[in-house]
């Protein structure tokens, strides 16, 4: 058996602000055993057989990356030029595997972002649908469900097909707590998981049906899409005119309501959509009154209180029913029955234009990570890491010079016509307009404090000259 795993890494994950962001989504984030949700998702299905395609947008490009090189996962990242939710990325996935023209493999479609434990019973499950995908039908799973949830959409349960699933009756949207618990007693339902298992050509074949609109815009789309490679990572971009011109829609609602052959499988496993605080929380063990900690919180007098603090001590006294969410720049303070409504927490900021609504103070790039440290009057501190063998673009600035003092690691510096290294507590100094590159030679990642002083310190005032990740030439990133 060979299956193509196509991992779906859009998404913000508004409900998990502060941890998770526009810029950092939860998808990225550490929250399992310190891995992401996209590396356990890349270790899921290293069972397939084919290296995975993950479906991102180009701002995620590295992030997504990263999480394959740490799985030591070689495959393509499909870069969409922008979010058109899952039935153009799932066209897109689509019309990648089926080229060249004979090419017609399964493909398991899986959100990056959930969380199922039990990697064994989840490919047992998969396998179960493998038969009726063959057989051209499109294959969904569902959950069954644990309790009346009303943040989730359900599938329910139709006849036995001969192939050993059941056809779905029908999809149900996210229900109301009376009609959720309906639901439940009537005994046949799945909560809606938003895996699929499909030949590509049963998938082209039905976005033709119910969105030929949607397909025709992403084949025009992939007719040449720009590639390169970086490392075992290929990356594929498709044209921005004619998908910027598709229309957004969930596969949910362009295909699978309204396609005559779906069927369902059940899965029986530990599943979580990761999707609130509260699903987080459930992630940790729980002490004697209910309370959950990660990182260094401490609570005394307190009942069900959350506390994720990963980055310095945070202590709730006589607390009952709270989150607490402490991050290096925002600290989220919630009663647990209003989990689902962080979002419009995000949405409140982002009115307000609060950066640290979409910003994280740390910041990833290709080459590793700043984090803005201090900032005042003609001033910034930036910690910088760059992982082994990586360099930043080589570059000028109009308006800012900068001392560089290493912490970690040894430090290559290009400034003007000379190259040396640095070593821990040596520090050199960049003056404004010097051409300068900065290159982690060794095998150790390299941490460095910068200190920039001058008129302007905008991340726009970067002229980049040379870059060896592809971005383009004076683009506003260093």
């Given amino acids: 058996m060979s299956i193509t795993p196509v991992i779906l890494c859009g998404g913000s994950g508004t409900r998990l602000w502060p941890l998770s962001r526009q810029s950092f989504p939860k998808q990225f984030v550490p929250l399992v055993g310190n891995q992401s949700l996209l590396q356990l998702t890349l ?12 479906v991102a947008s180009e701002d995620h490009r590295f992030l997504v990356a990263d999480a394959m090189e740490s799985q030591n996962s070689a495959g393509q990242v499909l870069l969409e030029p922008a979010a058109r939710n899952t039935a153009a990325a799932m066209a897109l996935a689509a019309l990648l595997a089926a080229s060249p023209a004979d090419a017609d493999p399964l493909l398991l479609f899986c959100p990056s972002d959930h969380h199922i434990p039990d990697v064994e019973a ?21 959950v069954v469900p644990s309790f009346p949830s009303t943040a989730y959409g359900y599938i329910e349960q139709g006849d036995a097909r001969t192939d050993g699933s059941r056809r779905v009756a029908r999809f149900i949207e996210k229900p109301a707590p009376a009609a959720a618990q309906a639901l439940l007693l009537q005994g046949n339902v799945l909560w809606n998981a938003g895996i699929f298992l499909v030949r590509a050509s049963t998938l082209l074949t039905a976005l033709g049906q119910h969105a030929n609109d949607i397909l025709q815009s992403c084949r025009q789309a992939m007719a040449a899409p720009k590639q390169d490679t970086v490392g075992q990572i290929h990356f594929v971009r498709p044209e921005a005119a004619p998908f910027l011109a598709c229309r957004s829609q969930s596969i949910d609602y ?3 309501e309204r396609h005559a052959d779906v069927a369902v499988v059940p899965f029986q496993g530990q599943w979580s959509d990761v999707g609130s605080w509260n699903a987080v929380a459930d992630l940790s063990p729980a002490d004697d009154d209910g309370n959950r900690i990660t990182g260094q919180g401490h609570t005394l007098h307190a009942s069900n209180t959350f506390i994720h603090a990963p980055g310095r001590t945070v202590v709730a006294l006589g607390t009952k029913d709270l989150l607490i969410i402490d991050t290096p720049d925002a600290l989220l303070v919630a009663q647990r029955d209003h989990a689902e409504q962080v979002k419009d927490v995000v949405a409140h900021l982002s009115r307000l234009k609060v950066p640290e609504a979409a910003l994280h103070r740390r910041v990833a790039r290709p080459w590793g990570w700043y984090d803005s440290v201090d900032v005042g009057e003609r001033f910034q501190v930036k910690r910088i890491g760059v992982k082994p063998g990586a360099s930043l673009s080589l ?20 400034r003007g016509a000379e190259t040396y290294l640095l070593s821990e507590n040596q520090s050199t100094y960049i003056p404004i307009g010097e051409v300068h590159r900065l290159h982690n030679p060794g095998k150790l990642p390299l941490e460095m404090i910068e200190v920039q002083s001058g008129s302007y310190l905008g991340e726009d005032d970067i002229v980049r000259l040379e870059d060896k990740y592809g971005r383009q030439p004076d683009a506003a990133k260093p």
Avoid: D, S, Y
């Avoid at 179960?128 to 499109?138: P, R």
């Fill in 43 to 54: 270790a899921r299905l290293a069972w397939c057989g084919n290296p995975p395609v993950c």
């Fill in 122 to 142: 989840f490919a047992h499950t998969v396998r179960q649908g493998v038969a009726a995908a063959e057989a051209g039908a499109i294959v969904t799973f569902g």
């Fill in 254 to 256: 362009a295909v699978m």
């Fill in 395 to 414: 570059q000028k600035h109009h308006h800012r010079a900068e001392h560089w003092i290493v912490v970690k690691g040894t430090a290559e510096v290009t």
